[in-house]
């Protein structure tokens, strides 16, 4: 989650205070587990939140997460293993939701609440209407579901990933852009012999995907090796403006490529003076710019393919869902009682035997959370009712909002995985997502975060279809609030913004029930 703001500098201010304040926190905490030996700490906030619902008020409970970090992203602090190590009960939606906590989930200690604990209800009613797109995942899904849990290739892919994702973070953290928004979206390695090469950039339904493209050539057959360099001349102001039919060669510099409006393609001749493996890296998918040609062919006209390319085209093998467990499962009310269930089973454990008492308040304060849980799935069923049933459909950049599709009849589409990743990203899927959302009807996309990312605002230019006023938060908590405030704020968003009414007070009402709960 990303909470976003327009103003770069007050973004940056926040984040160092949260940050700071988190800091004295975890102090407390370590004091606290030296003098109580009954400290929780739950990982994620939604996690936090749900705990700080159920657990005792005389227990304390320490966030370890902020609620302005994408813990999709986030690595452990030193100060914040110390605040694990000295925990009694260490709760997290696992890796699925949370990578970094990996390392963690072989400690005794740590109970996991997320989506490889829980018993998820298959929802068939309207798969039917379902993409291919959709279809696939789902197929994937629930073949890799029973037996890949203990598949750690998978989570040591996945590790690689999130390192290489965390360096591109550091760079964009300024302009407070979420993951997915590097300064390049694809690379790909050609092996040319010497000669001339035409690169074509076409308008597909009348505009190019944007006016001009930044694009950097570099003698090198390895993307990864080369990735910081290109980054790093890619946001260099010293670059070179490119016209229809100019020449481009590999060097270090970056090309600012000109799309003639006047013409349906704009071209490039692209020369190699010495045979041998090159890197091009492009700010736009150039896929985006393919009507019917291939953007890259000989002097003969033959289309030339990349040796190696980033995104990879995934073919049938849907390694981008990392194992296929989609994390994001408490847009599903049931499935944050079935969380809560196994919180408080597991607090139940650590209290004795003989104290009834405590046992009891326990159970009552689960069977409250239960409660205003069921209603929140009413209510919010109630609300989606509202939405005409030809616009009840969820765009957004990631795969985050399938559970909320499934439990509530709306259709789900999203560009990016389950963790947001931009490298599973293929040309394919935008092609798809762009199709659909023509087929479909679409009337609004929803932002993550504001401003919105540039793949969606791409999306947006190119498929005519207005982002919704406010973001929609899929990750967990709102910058304040709590579990239910957020999933009132994401349900008015999506109905209002689809023809639906919200009746957000009786929702509000929810949420204040909530807090009666949580206070300590
Ligand atoms: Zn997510």
């Known amino acids: 989650m990303k909470?976003?703001?327009?103003?770069?500098?007050?973004?940056?201010?926040?984040?160092?205070?949260?940050?700071?304040?988190?800091?004295?926190?975890?102090?407390?905490?370590?004091?606290?587990?030296?003098?109580?030996?009954?400290?929780?700490?739950?990982?994620?906030?939604?996690?936090?939140?749900?705990?700080?619902?159920?657990?005792?008020?005389?227990?304390?409970?320490?966030?370890?997460?902020?609620?302005?970090?994408?813990?999709?992203?986030?690595?452990?602090?030193?100060?914040?293993?110390?605040?694990?190590?000295?925990?009694?009960?260490?709760?997290?939606?696992?890796?699925?939701?949370?990578?970094?906590?990996?390392?963690?989930?072989?400690?005794?200690?740590?109970?996991?609440?997320?989506?490889?604990?829980?018993?998820?209800?298959?929802?068939?009613?309207?798969?039917?209407?379902?993409?291919?797109?959709?279809?696939?995942?789902?197929?994937?899904?629930?073949?890799?579901?029973?037996?890949?849990?203990?598949?750690?290739?998978?989570?040591?892919?996945?590790?690689?990933?999130?390192?290489?994702?965390?360096?591109?973070?550091?760079?964009?953290?300024?302009?407070?852009?979420?993951h997915g928004d590097g300064s390049f979206e694809w690379a790909g390695v050609f092996d040319l012999s010497a000669g001339t090469y035409k690169w074509s950039f076409a308008k597909v339904d009348g505009d190019y995907a944007d006016p001009a493209m930044k694009m950097v050539i570099l003698k090198s057959g390895d993307i990864e090796a080369s990735e910081?360099?290109?980054?790093?001349?890619?946001?260099?102001?010293?670059?070179?403006?490119?016209?229809?039919?100019?020449?481009?060669?590999?060097?270090?510099?970056?090309?600012?490529?000109?799309?003639?409006?006047?013409?349906?393609?704009?071209?490039?001749?692209?020369?190699?003076?010495?045979?041998?493996?090159?890197?091009?890296?492009?700010?736009?998918?150039?896929?985006?710019?393919?009507?019917?040609?291939?953007?890259?062919?000989?002097?003969?006209?033959?289309?030339?393919?990349?040796?190696?390319?980033?995104?990879?085209?995934?073919?049938?093998?849907?390694?981008?869902?990392?194992?296929?467990?989609d994390p994001h499962i408490w847009h599903d009310p049931h499935n944050i009682i079935k969380m809560g269930n196994v919180i408080s089973k597991n607090l139940n454990k650590k209290i004795s035997f003989f104290d009834r008492e405590t046992k009891k308040v326990l159970k009552e304060r689960t069977q409250s959370v239960n409660s205003i849980l069921e209603d929140l799935d009413q209510w919010t069923q109630n609300q989606v009712a509202t939405i005409p049933s030809d616009q009840r459909k969820i765009v957004s950049k990631h795969k985050a909002m399938e559970y909320y599709g499934d439990a509530f009849g709306l259709k789900a589409i999203s560009l990016l995985d389950f963790l947001g990743h931009s490298s599973s990203l293929r040309p394919q899927t935008i092609s798809a997502v762009i199709a659909e959302l023509k087929k479909e009807n679409v009337k609004v996309l929803f932002a993550e975060q504001q401003p919105p990312s540039k793949l969606l605002r791409n999306l947006s230019r190119q498929t005519s279809t207005p982002i919704a006023k406010q973001q929609i938060f899929v990750d967990g908590l709102m910058p304040t609030g709590n579990t239910i405030s957020v999933a009132v704020h994401n349900t008015c968003t999506i109905v209002n913004s689809l023809g639906g009414s919200c009746n957000k007070k009786a929702g509000n009402q929810l949420a204040n029930r909530w807090d009666t709960l949580t206070k300590r």
């Not at 999130?162 to 953290?173: I, T, V, Y």
């Not at 003639?260 to 003076?273: G, H, P």
């Not at 890197?279 to 033959?302: I, L, Q």
Request: proline share 3%.
């Open 228 to 325: 910081e360099l290109a980054e790093e001349l890619l946001e260099s102001k010293n670059s070179e403006v490119k016209r229809n039919n100019d020449k481009l060669v590999a060097q270090e510099k970056a090309y600012v490529l000109t799309f003639n409006e006047r013409k349906d393609s704009t071209t490039f001749t692209v020369e190699i003076k010495k045979a041998g493996k090159y890197a091009f890296f492009t700010e736009h998918m150039p896929f985006e710019f393919e009507a019917d040609e291939h953007f890259f062919k000989d002097v003969s006209g033959d289309d030339v393919e990349p040796i190696a390319q980033v995104p990879e085209e995934g073919g049938d093998h849907h390694h981008h869902d990392h194992g296929g467990l």
């Open 3 to 178: 909470a976003g703001s327009g103003n770069a500098s007050v973004a940056k201010l926040l984040l160092g205070s949260s940050l700071s304040a988190s800091f004295v926190f975890a102090i407390g905490a370590n004091q606290a587990a030296q003098a109580n030996s009954k400290t929780i700490i739950a990982v994620e906030p939604l996690t936090c939140d749900l705990v700080s619902a159920i657990a005792l008020p005389s227990t304390p409970v320490t966030c370890l997460i902020d609620r302005k970090q994408d813990v999709h992203d986030v690595k452990i602090t030193p100060r914040q293993a110390q605040t694990l190590k000295s925990a009694n009960q260490v709760f997290t939606l696992g890796s699925e939701m949370t990578p970094a906590i990996k390392n963690w989930l072989d400690n005794p200690k740590t109970v996991v609440v997320g989506v490889s604990a829980i018993e998820i209800d298959e929802h068939h009613d309207d798969h039917d209407d379902h993409s291919t797109a959709k279809h696939d995942d789902h197929d994937d899904h629930s073949a890799v579901k029973h037996d890949d849990h203990d598949d750690h290739d998978d989570h040591d892919d996945h590790d690689d990933h999130s390192a290489a994702k965390h360096d591109d973070h550091d760079d964009h953290d300024d302009h407070g852009d979420s």
